[in-house]
């Protein structure tokens, strides 16, 4: 119980300060989106995506195994950090290195070379966070992390849209990031030394560092792919169609890919939970993983619904320019329900042992991903990376489906039915912001419609009042 009761209150905790950090980090994409316009705001964001897939060559995939060895095995911790640390500098400085080479091959625009440039930094930086924090979740706390996530945030908008207000432009911008960077890199080192009490020295150990490229390479290549098929179509974008249709974009990217701070808040208390599970209690992991899938199934079709329907009004958010925004984001909210089931798909899969299988599926949907985007973005441009968004993430789901029923009996039924209760409930919610969508304000539209979801829902059997307590009860501690 006592496990349990960890997911619920490192669930509620960083669900909270996601919800916060989530906010401020659209405000301050909205505020970006308004004041530099679709092709400014493609350059930004193109520089990103750039380096944001060379980052996953510094990392590579060891992030889940820190979490799940030092979840399995705590006193490890300290020694499984200084190495891994130990191989992260190198990578860091050759990695920086080809994304500085790659983007002056090609026949980019000065300001766009300067903004991968500055955003090199705070690739590297991240990098180094992300392993300090890894190590943090596998002592199952993500209360510091938490914390972090929102002054992050906080800093970013604080010192980047003074930036732009003060004239500074898109390079000081970029710099406001990395100094968020810094202070994340800071703050996490400080935890883990002085909260989490883990020795953190460099160190150089052959033998552990065998067993962890072992162990590595599987996640290693999920996660290459992953950046791949994640972030490939704005440089194929951005090549094929111009940095005014990333912009375009960026906007149903941006709405769909905020809205995952809720599964990956959920995720990110149960996979060291899961890993624990798979050594000790199996009934236990099965029926964890059946909540999870219920969990983020009634969580994201009333958000695609209600995305979908407003799509329009939403747009309206950001200036005119923006129109072009409108079907791309109807098209890609429709995949926010495989993206929301297949974090604990992959998670399960990891903390099973299956990283191998993970690889495979993701490298699958990657190959997918990148042919289908090669032939849908140079005629539909935006709007073709938007169907390829959604057609990946739904062959993601499936091959995960395959691969879960190969780890234990999974009851498909029992996610059916809530499946089922969650579409009716859904689509009455969905009658109603169709024929009052054009009378009333989205400050109305949006708690109305969530509050006539959950009573249908409610009605319907989706859920029960023990339920909502227990998530109120998280809270506390």
């Known amino acids: 119980m006592t496990k349990i009761n960890n997911i619920a209150k490192n669930t509620s905790y960083l669900t909270a300060a996601l919800i916060l950090q989530k906010v401020i980090s659209f405000s301050y994409f909205t505020l970006l989106a308004r004041y530099l316009g679709p092709e400014n705001l493609g350059n930004y964001y193109f520089a990103l995506s750039f380096t944001t897939i060379f980052a996953i060559f510094i990392d590579l995939g060891v992030s889940n195994v820190i979490i799940r060895e030092i979840a399995k095995n705590q006193e490890k911790a300290g020694r499984l950090l200084g190495n891994i640390l130990t191989l992260k500098i190198p990578l860091a400085i050759l990695s920086a290195l080809a994304a500085v080479i790659l983007i002056n091959i090609f026949d980019y625009d000065p300001l766009v070379k300067t903004l991968v440039y500055i955003?090199?930094?705070?690739?590297?930086?991240?990098?180094f966070t992300l392993s300090f924090y890894s190590t943090i979740r596998g002592f199952h706390n993500l209360k510091y992390e938490s914390i972090s996530s929102v002054v992050f945030q906080l800093i970013v908008l604080v010192f980047g849209y003074g930036a732009l207000l003060m004239g500074g432009g898109l390079i000081a911008a970029m710099l406001a990031l990395v100094l968020a960077s810094l202070y994340n890199f800071i703050y996490s080192f400080w935890v883990t030394v002085k909260k989490i009490k883990v020795n953190v020295r460099l160190a150089f150990d052959k033998t552990l560092i065998k067993q962890i490229a072992l162990i590595t390479w599987p996640f290693a290549l999920y996660a290459i792919f992953q950046r791949l098929y994640t972030y490939f179509d704005t440089v194929l974008i951005s090549y094929f169609a111009g940095n005014e249709q990333v912009g375009l974009y960026q906007i149903a990217f941006k709405i769909v890919f905020a809205l995952q701070f809720l599964p990956l808040a959920f995720t990110a208390s149960l996979y060291p939970a899961l890993s624990s599970y798979w050594q000790n209690n199996r009934e236990q992991l099965a029926i964890s993983f059946e909540r999870a899938l219920n969990y983020l199934t009634i969580i994201s079709l009333p958000i695609i619904v209600g995305i979908y329907l407003l799509a329009d009004k939403i747009i309206l958010l950001f200036k005119a320019g923006y129109d072009g925004a409108i079907l791309p984001l109807q098209i890609a909210i429709i995949a926010l329900f495989f993206i929301f089931v297949n974090y604990p798909i992959g998670s399960l899969l990891n903390a099973c042992d299956r990283q191998l299988r993970n690889t495979i599926n993701i490298g699958i949907v990657a190959l997918a991903s990148i042919v289908?985007?090669?032939?849908?973005?140079?005629?539909?441009?935006?709007?073709?990376?938007?169907?390829?968004?959604?057609?990946?993430?739904?062959?993601?789901?499936?091959?995960?489906?395959?691969?879960?029923?190969?780890?234990?009996?999974?009851?498909?039924?029992?996610?059916?039915?809530?499946?089922?209760?969650?579409?009716?409930?859904?689509?009455?919610?969905?009658?109603?912001?169709?024929?009052?969508?054009?009378?009333?304000?989205?400050?109305?539209?949006?708690?109305?419609?969530?509050?006539?979801?959950?009573?249908?829902?409610?009605?319907?059997?989706?859920?029960?009042?023990?339920?909502?307590?227990?998530?109120?009860?998280?809270?506390?501690?």
Not at 119 to 127: I, K, P, Q, T, W
Not at 400 to 408: C, E, N, P, Q, Y
């Open 372 to 477: 289908l985007n090669f032939i849908f973005i140079p005629r539909l441009q935006a709007v073709g990376a938007s169907i390829v968004m959604l057609i990946s993430n739904g062959l993601l789901f499936f091959l995960g489906v395959l691969a879960t029923k190969k780890i234990m009996p999974y009851r498909f039924s029992r996610n059916f039915k809530i499946l089922i209760k969650t579409l009716i409930a859904s689509a009455l919610m969905g009658g109603l912001l169709f024929f009052t969508k054009d009378k009333l304000s989205l400050l109305i539209l949006i708690p109305v419609s969530g509050l006539v979801y959950f009573y249908f829902l409610y009605l319907l059997g989706g859920f029960k009042k023990e339920d909502v307590f227990s998530i109120f009860k998280s809270f506390k501690l």
């Open 119 to 127: 955003s090199c930094f705070s690739m590297v930086l991240d990098s």
